[in-house]
């Protein structure tokens, strides 16, 4: 999270860049393209910081042969892994288990029924052992049977209090500031920016706009069916315990397709399941741009590609290696991590 | 369709007001709140005109007790009988009659399967006997089988090229300037705009930033299934003959939810199928806005409700009657039907 001061800087900057984006004709152009301040502070000067400025100049710039209109300017963005940390276990996950906790004892059947009886013992590997099928019902049976409302307020109440179990820091605090910057400067360049993520789609929606600046209708993610229903004469959405979509590896493309309806020139993600995201990104015409997050830093965040099962980097690495995709080498390019610091 | 000129006043009119929403300090207060120029010309001064005013007034104007945050200042409006008309039957059913018209030398085996086979022999009525089962396969066979992109050059030649049966005009020029303006207001006043129809996605996506302003990514409506695949080593979306989504009556509640995430506070339709959205931006807390509008001028444009197929409005009027929302009578609050004029 960035700090308030941080925080009002960041608001202005927008506001200033949207402004010049705006009403070019009020603003030189001599200051509208070389910014006074670095808008990407926490990005070493490497190739990748380079990559990133060469494209957002091109698509932008008045008189770029390459010069895309505001209202195409989509750019979409994975969440875990790319925006926040996802290690040792996706946060939402976390949130699934703390869930099961606190529902155990409405639920005495939990005792000899797995995932849960593992997991009520404490023994999450025993858990997780039944694979997706378990994480499937952890997340079924703590994401349904309430309304869209009351599941907000789950959320918030625990987003704003649970601690990461390494850093001890809220869940919202391992955000990468780097990507935060990132997110900032597109926006400043007149992009709509857009998450695109297999994590829920309602989950997210609770801190996306405090924390990243995206308002709930540019999230994009899973999802489970809803019913509208009456209680007590007023209207709500029921949150159903069937998967309505899901939102990785192919879905990506998908759910840009039903959400935004535009091809996106530039996509950012860290794991095979952006893949599909990445090539449909670079699909379109013209000049287009992916990003793909390597997490190289076993000392100030994590290092894991390949071999994870949290957050796998294989085939995305390769395609992004052949195709002459950038990637971030998170040890290398960035220059700080979270706003706090560091794990 | 606006003429180009009433377009380039529009647009300005629309940068104009933005500005003001965005820099507030750099417009006089007073120039502000008392508009040199009407915001809603096409309607009549009446009680109609007045509800809307008052409403957008009491939500908008700074020091009001009932002021929304422009960021959940989301309105959600009805396309088909709302935005544009949809007598003597929906659009897009003459363009799927069109199509399958277009398409018939490629299926010889129409000729004797229903209900193309009275289709192709200019039976309509015959045609559609078959109810919505009948409309449901003459949708699917003329809105499958494609890539996106293909279908988007399909409805791209359309609807710029056929003609409306009654009036020979083309169908994006049979929009309600009543409406156009009443979308230009609100955006002008720091409102979002979406479309919420029962209507197909993707064809709405065709014409709705040209002819209402209204961007890709805020028009949801009913979809198919996609597949992304490759062809040629080129990614594609393939849209498939399998619903994805029906976005009306208690689909459109969860549409809404689905895309935008928040609940709006103003919501704009025209007919039974309209219902459950109205009572879900009436449901929230604070000041709510419903405006259903009756089609009741069959000399301008057509009369019909209870016991009309297309368009039926039947528990909607009873309700809205009974819940005290607004209700546009054409014939009394509308000064102008299309922009052209009339019927």
Redesign the interface.
Known sequence: MMASSDKVLAAGRR?VL??LA??PLLAAPALAQTPATDPLPSWNDTATKTAIIAFVERVTKQGSPDLVPP?ER?ATFDNDGTLWAEQPIYFQLAFALDRVKALAALHPEWKDKEPFASLLKGDLKGALAGGERAIFEIITVTHSGMT?DEFEKIVRDWITTAKHPVTGRLYTEMVYQPMLELLAYLRGNGF?TFIVSGGG??FM?VFA?RVYGV?????IGS?GK???EFRDS??I?MKLPDL?FNDDK?GK??GI??????QPIAAFGNSDGDL?MF??AK?GGGVRFALLVHHTDAEREWAYDRSSSIGRLDKALDTAQAMGWTVVDMKNDWKKIFPFGSK
């Open positions: 506001v949207t402004a705006v009403f209202a989509i869209t709509k789609i309602d929606r706009e308002p709930p209708e540019q999230v999802s809803l019913a509208f007023s209207p959405l309505n192919t493309p998908v397709q039903m959400h935004i309806g535009r599909q090539e449909w699909g």
